[in-house]
């Protein structure tokens, strides 16, 4: 997939996402109006919260597409954890309103109406919803898309919320108890809060250049796969995301005698295996050069100028290739 198709996708995802949301937003507002139920207003607000985060994601997919320029080096990428955050903080509010309407419900003994028409309207909703959120999570993870996978995973809480809705007025039907109704609505809020947590966290931990260890463990095992034997050492290796992009640093140590086109070609290569593991990732290589004090550490058998036999093994795990040299050099390398 070419980078203007992968836009392409993301931006119809997105608008298909908000025009849906539109949709879901009118029918559960003439479903809390018909019945007053605070239930369904929870549900309801929950599409408040979809329509605005939709609008805020199609807008951070639009311009992290756009090309990197002078006041922005890496590209604009990061606006993606800012909407997934955005969409967090959205939620938060839209839950502690529910839950603020509900306790007021059940002080002053609020009784719903013609809760089976609410409930099916719901139950349609909720059925919409799921595919939608599946829909926008299996292209978001298509895309490398962090602002569709938030808007999926909402979409997909939402349509939860939903099934908590429809469940609590149900037992509200066959009991008549209708303190069930805002009850249910405090346990939907508590969820939606939870789902507004971690979609904050995760922005805070993106924008702060967090380590995802799960990619770095991927890496660590990527690199260590293509380690050939004149591969000597490998170290200070870092790496951090933004939006669909990853960038990859770190010192690559190689026989001296190697000339430049060699090692640009080596380098070259190690680039084109880490794009098939990691979409679009910008990899910078330090190359360093060997010295006699290496000879034991290295695999390199038709060397002819070895100074010494290898006599140490180092495992290339996550610990060794973020570290240090295996030996600091007394100048400069």
């Known amino acids: 997939m070419t980078e203007n198709e992968n836009i392409k996708l993301k931006k119809k995802a997105a608008i298909i996402s908000l025009l849906v949301g539109l949709g879901m937003f009118a029918a559960k507002t003439t479903a809390y109006l018909i019945t007053g139920s605070n239930a369904i207003f929870s549900d309801a607000a929950e599409s408040v919260v979809h329509v605005m985060a939709t609008t805020m994601a199609l807008y951070s ?23 997934a955050g955005i969409e967090g903080l959205l939620i938060v509010i839209a839950a502690l ?29 909720g059925i919409i919803n799921l595919f939608l959120g599946f829909y926008l999570i299996n292209k978001g993870k298509q895309t490398h898309s962090l602002a569709l996978v938030a808007d999926g995973k909402h979409v997909l809480t939402d349509s939860y919320t939903s099934i908590g809705v429809i469940i609590g007025l149900v037992l509200v039907m066959l009991t008549d108890f209708y303190l069930l109704d805002p009850i249910f609505a405090i346990g939907v809020a508590l969820n939606i809060l939870y789902t507004g947590y971690k979609l904050m966290r995760e922005s805070v931990g993106g924008l702060m250049n967090e380590t995802d260890k799960d990619s770095l463990k991927t890496l660590v095992d990527k690199l260590a796969v293509m380690k050939k034997d004149y ?24 026989p ?53 036999e290898k006599t140490v093994s180092i495992e290339w795990n996550t610990e060794k290739l973020i570290g240090n040299p295996i030996e600091e050099k007394t100048h400069n390398t």
């Open 61 to 83: 997919i639009i311009l992290s597409s756009r090309p990197p320029d002078k006041s922005h080096l890496y590209g604009h990428g990061n606006i993606e954890y800012f909407s």
């Open 97 to 125: 309103t529910i839950i603020y309407t509900s306790v007021v419900d059940i002080i002053i003994g609020a009784i719903p109406e013609k809760l089976g028409t609410g409930t099916m309207i719901i139950a349609a909703a």
């Open 256 to 308: 001296y005698y190697f000339n430049i086109k060699k090692s640009h070609v080596e380098e070259e290569e190690i680039v084109e295996d880490l794009n098939k593991v990691f979409y679009e990732a910008q990899v910078r290589i330090h190359l360093d050069y060997c010295y006699p004090e290496l000879c034991k550490y290295c695999d390199y058998l038709p060397c002819e100028v070895r100074e010494e």
């Open 231 to 254: 591969w000597i050492d490998m170290h200070h290796l870092r790496f951090w995301k933004s939006a669909e992009k990853i960038f990859v640093d770190f010192h690559l140590t190689l």
